[in-house]
């Protein structure tokens, strides 16, 4: 039988495309996460990763939804880690989400994402009509809150035309309202997700605002157990993509292609970066603490 958490010993084939890096409500995207499923069927995606900012709690409506629609689910969830001044975004799948020291930092990140935000939210009142009630408005259940739903507070206030203009203006930090939040080191970070069956893949971390770190920090995360690289993604420079697929084949690491699906929040689109079944079947392969859902 297939479950999300556990390891099965049936070996089932998942079909591709593949995209492992798509949002839902329960963190920062805007649909539910069966809707998510829905879409990156529609767009052609036949495996997909559901990867919530630190949070699991999608895992259940996704997995119904790819059984229904005969997809393959790879069980999976994006950290928000942050070296020095950098923030660096941890992809991880098939991890034992019953894992109790994953468990513990993850709360402790969701806790002080939420204390974050209010602080954020007093500070914007000062100057427009916005509260709290405004922003839990817009979070579903137990969703990780952050930012964007701030974003979409302000913009069902009408305060702003949508979440680009949001973080453009009110949330960049120039604006004044920016708050730091609690988030571990990615070092660490990896180190759990490895401890807890699963692997980790950095994020998108060679992009043209930002770059999410230095050579040093790359080693550094492969010898804490990093198992692969983002490279096929809308945000990373084609110098980035070159350096990162350098760094890969020296490291023997796995490479990714992905949405970064957030629904109307983002303009990504399902399936317009994926990864090769064979990347795939390595993550497959390597995570031992949660299984693929096969419909």
């Known amino acids: 039988m297939d479950t999300v958490a556990g390891s099965t010993t049936a070996r089932r084939r998942f079909h591709g495309p593949s995209d492992l890096h798509l949002h839902s409500n329960r963190s920062d995207g805007t649909q539910t996460p069966a809707d998510v499923v829905q879409s990156a069927f529609e767009a052609g995606v036949r495996t997909m990763a559901l990867t919530d900012h630190d949070t699991t709690s999608g895992w259940d409506e996704a997995a119904g939804a790819t ?27 098939l991890f034992d989400p019953a894992d109790d020291a994953l468990g513990r930092e993850l709360a402790r990140i969701r806790d002080d994402r939420a204390g974050r935000a209010e602080r ?17 408005a817009q979070t579903t259940g137990d969703a ?5 739903h701030i974003a979409d507070a302000l913009v069902a206030r009408g305060i702003v035309a949508d979440r680009s203009e949001a973080f453009d203006g009110i949330l960049h930090p120039r604006a004044g309202y920016y708050e730091p939040h609690y988030a571990p080191d990615p070092r660490d970070a990896v180190r759990l997700v490895v401890a807890a069956g699963g692997v980790a893949v950095i994020a998108h971390p060679l992009t043209s605002g930002r770059a999410s770190g230095s050579e040093r920090l790359f080693t550094d995360l492969v010898e804490a157990g990093l198992g692969g690289v983002e490279i096929e993604h809308r945000e990373n420079t084609a110098a980035g993509k070159r ?5 890969a084949a020296e490291h023997d690491l796995i490479i990714t292609g992905s949405s970064d699906y957030h629904g109307t929040g983002k303009p990504n ?27």
């Open 67 to 93: 059984r229904r629609l005969g997809m393959t689910l790879i069980p999976g969830m994006e950290l928000s880690t942050r070296d020095g001044w950098r923030s660096v975004h941890v992809l991880a799948y």
């Open 120 to 136: 954020i939210v007093r500070s914007i009142s000062r100057d427009h009509a916005l509260s709290w009630d405004d922003v839990l």
């Open 144 to 148: 990780t809150i952050g930012r964007p």
């Open 243 to 247: 350096r990162l697929r350098s760094f």
């Open 269 to 295: 689109l399902p399936g317009e970066n994926t990864t090769d079944d064979e990347m795939v079947q390595r993550i497959i392969d390597r995570g031992r603490g949660s299984s693929p859902v096969y419909g």
